[in-house]
């Protein structure tokens, strides 16, 4: 979904990564540099159906000599593009190493991007403080998964001392046999090999 601000703010929250949409917007209106577009959506099965969000400075928000788009996506993390004039002739576009964790600190965010809108350069330093919610992220992010694929919310027996689960590298189904009967994970996984990569 493609949402011009202001507008994009009145938008359904049912997306799992809507609070760090929103904490990464409010991060870079802060610094006075709000995006002119912003698309928060998830991809289909035939890509684990993880989050992606997309934020656009065109010509006329940045230095003047070409847009800016910053690109987020729920495992891989940030990527930048540096565009021309016209926002769809992308010149460059490659990841975002100053940000080193993939759920990066929407402040963090906001130095690297106000560097890149401004000047069109990526900051030397590297930032490796995660968003404090991403944890909250990444839990909703599962039971969202598994609501698409028919399956309750996960609700893990023991939970580390800190509240966390162990979240691996990649999109991770898990099926919890308390409560998903073997009707329901049969269908889950079957939904995602077909929609997997075709040997």
């Known amino acids: 979904m493609l949402l011009d601000p202001p507008q994009w703010r009145s938008a359904p929250q049912g997306l799992p990564h809507?609070?760090?949409v929103q904490a990464?917007?409010?991060a870079l209106t802060a610094r006075g540099i709000p995006p002119g577009s912003v698309?928060?959506?998830h991809h289909?099965?035939?890509r684990g159906l993880t989050t992606y969000m997309r934020l656009g400075w065109d010509v006329s928000r940045t230095?003047?000599?070409?847009?800016?788009r910053l690109d987020w996506e729920e495992c891989k993390g940030w990527y930048y593009a540096l565009t021309s004039i016209d926002s769809h002739d992308v010149l460059l576009y490659t990841v975002l190493t100053a940000l080193r964790t993939p759920i990066a600190d929407p402040e963090r965010v906001a130095d690297v991007a106000e560097e890149l809108v401004c000047f069109r350069r990526v900051p030397d330093?590297?930032?490796r403080e995660e968003w404090d919610g991403a944890q909250e992220m990444r839990v909703a992010a599962d039971d969202f998964r598994r609501s698409r694929l028919g399956l309750g919310p996960f609700r893990a027996p023991q939970e580390s001392a800190?509240?966390?689960?162990d979240a691996g590298p990649g999109v991770q189904l898990t099926v919890d046999t308390r409560i998903d009967t073997y009707e329901q994970a049969a269908a889950a996984l079957r939904a995602l090999y077909r929609?997997?990569?075709q040997k």
Not at 63 to 68: K, L, T, V
Not at 162 to 165: A, K
């Open 39 to 41: 698309r928060a959506n």
């Open 18 to 20: 809507w609070p760090y």
């Open 162 to 165: 800190g509240g966390e689960r």
């Open 125 to 127: 330093e590297e930032y």
């Open 44 to 46: 289909g099965l035939e």
């Open 63 to 68: 230095s003047g000599r070409g847009g800016i």
């Open 195 to 197: 929609h997997g990569p």
């Open 24 to 26: 990464v917007d409010d």
